[in-house]
């Protein structure tokens, strides 16, 4: 379901595609972080088939105007998990909320692996 939202030059829909595209992007810019990951089989069996690795591991649900993210994310062996955590969520937050106007209400990150 997009967001949608109207000011004084019109409506403005933003799919929940192109809200996961600039999550994933901005995750991975984050010290850390070595790659998004599919939550569960089926997802990576689709992703094998799309040509667009972005999106991959990330989970919006939009309510209203408010945005929902889920992030599946392998760190860097040897980084504080916490403080690599807490940087994701602010990047994510940041440049979601920058992007679409509207307000990142959570952020969850999933930790599913370390890579050496």
Not at 31 to 55: H, T
Not at 107 to 114: A, D, F, L, R
């Amino acid at each position: 379901m997009p967001v949608t939202t109207s000011n004084i030059y019109g409506k403005i829909s933003v799919s929940d595609e192109a809200i996961a595209k600039v999550a994933a992007h901005a995750a991975l810019e984050c010290y850390g972080i070595v790659e998004l990951v599919s939550r569960k089989l089926s997802d990576s069996i689709s992703q094998l088939l799309k040509k667009d690795p972005y999106g991959k591991g990330v989970k919006v649900v939009t309510v209203s105007d408010r945005i929902y993210i889920d992030i599946f994310v392998v760190i860097k062996f040897g980084v504080s998990i916490s403080a690599v955590a807490d940087s994701l969520k602010n990047a994510v937050k940041y440049k979601v909320e920058q992007f679409t106007g509207m307000i990142v209400d959570t952020v969850n990150v999933n930790i599913t692996g370390v890579k050496l």
